[in-house]
């Protein structure tokens, strides 16, 4: 009866043997044989020699377009110096004008000019608008530094210590 049981080592059977293909995968594509000989047989034109003799023209227009490129990239930077140096110098000269306009208005409105530069405006009546807030919040500190040396901060207060400097000293240090 041996003879009669399954075989266990049997050979893979042919759907079995071909790799399962990912249809997600790039195929191939095969491309059609003799297709571009017939296009060339049906026209009577050969391609090959009109692809050759563009690809001359082109590089030929690339190097006369690269110099033309060069001598307008010359013209253009020369004009372009021109401008920026003329950009820079009336912004220099703006800067300079508004810097003296900054620091007649802090003459002008009794500020020291070391508080000139925090002015704010671009014209000369917000400038001068600025330099009177400026001058109110100076002179209320100026009025608040003086009135607070003016007094003593232990006036009608007594001290804890004794009457003497030395207890009064030593008391300070053993706080």
Known sequence: MSESSTDTTATPTEAESVSPVDPLAPQPVPEPEGALAQAEESDGIDWKAKSREWEKRAKANASAAKKLEEIEDAKKSEVERATSKQQRAEAERDEAVAKLLRYEVATS?????????????????????????LSKLLADKKEAQRKESLTDPTAGRSSGAGSSTAEQFAAMFSK
Do not use: I, M
């Open 109 to 133: 409105a009794g500020l020291p000019l070391s508080v000139a530069h925090r002015l704010q405006g671009s014209t000369k009546d917000e400038l001068e608008a600025d330099a009177r807030e």
